[in-house]
């Protein structure tokens, strides 16, 4: 079974300046690996609306799902809502169903829901909201692309809101042997192995801890027993 | 003065599965923008040839430099030289130069010179070497492209051997201003900001911190002075 492809695309120039460390590309990795989706490409590109529509534009056409993190908010330069628009060549506007979430929630804190704020009710035509439990302006899906906020706890609670709609695989299991010898000397073990197991993948990702060389190896594959009888092997071989 | 523009690649399924966290286009970020280059794109791709030919060749010609990271190394998954050279139609093979550098290497620590690590002095026609004080196997630069390693240590090594070896611009100055105000009340004194000082970028960044929010505003330019003025300005329209 093939599992469905991911993309991410992530929206900021914060990020590509090195003011900020991106933590949600990290965080999707992980939920989409357990939920047997593969995510197969990451994008990081700056608050330009060139940029993000040439991005989705691409990314749709490639993968059967997008994931996008940053540039929805109230302020002048959060353009993602309506490069995603331009996107799919659909108009924008303030949608009355997110205007009413907007407008409950800040009745609710005693907050003026000012023009700023409005903006975070401007939808795609077509789009359907995504629920967002903590600061309540929504995200929305577009076709095959989801777009969510930057803040890492409100990404979080957005991607919780949208995995369990979609169609997932087998999800992806892996077993690691952490060997304290370089990558040079287990590359030709782990070459035999990878022709005698063509439906697993194996890694090898070499560290450098307090000065000692080593190198973690992973076995990844859907099917839990034939990892095991790899891991098995793979212990014998470089353990010789 | 526009500065010179710049994309990283990283390249590995490791990322991608979300076992590891990146942290070399952090560390390249802040080094770029130290030294005058604009990061202004970043993709992350699998241990896929097709992939990485076709994502070497559009940044190549999208930006004045690339640094890749990850996928040089001695084991069957390491195929990032072989398609740079593919991308690049130039044949790759063992080089003297390199593998002198592996020989006295390896001499030195008394560890075997196999085919396997030997693979690490596999060069790219026309590269020049990109000198890695840590493990010796070096990286390379074809054309605008700088490919280096994935272990961060090794990583950071060769970013500090290109980087003065390329010309920057004016480094991109910032201040930051932390308001206790929700990013929806300083939309609108930031919009005026931004079109009183064309030649600045304003971001604001909402933080949601132990429960409260608030925004982080940051002010860039080249010129120390301007921002300087746009601070001040700032300071006061939103203690207001």
Redesign the interface.
Known sequence: MINPTAAMLVIG??????????SN??H??????KHGI??????????DPD?IVASVRALSQGYDHVFTSGGI?????DITADSIAAAFGVSIDVRADARALLEAHYARTG?EL????L??ARIPAGATLIDNP??IAPGFTIENVHVMAG?P??FEAMVASVLPTLTGGAP?L?QSLRVER???????P??QL?KDFPDL????????HNGA?GTNI?V?GQDGAKVDVAMTELARMVQQ
Chains 1, 2 share one sequence.
Do not use: C, K, Q
């Not at 000012?114 to 704020?117: H, Q, S, Y």
């Not at 993948?201 to 450098?208: A, L, R, T, V």
């Open positions: 120039d914060e990020i590509l300046s090195g003011r900020t460390r991106d590309m990290h999707l990795a992980g939920e989409l690996t593969t995510l197969a490409e990451a994008r990081f590109v700056a608050d940029a908010g109230p302020t002048h330069d907050t000012n023009d700023a704020r903006r975070m903590i600061s803040v706890t409100i992806l892996s370089g990558e040079g000397e287990i590359a030709a782990l070459g990878a993948s194996f890694g090898s990702y070499p560290f450098n060389f992973v990844r």
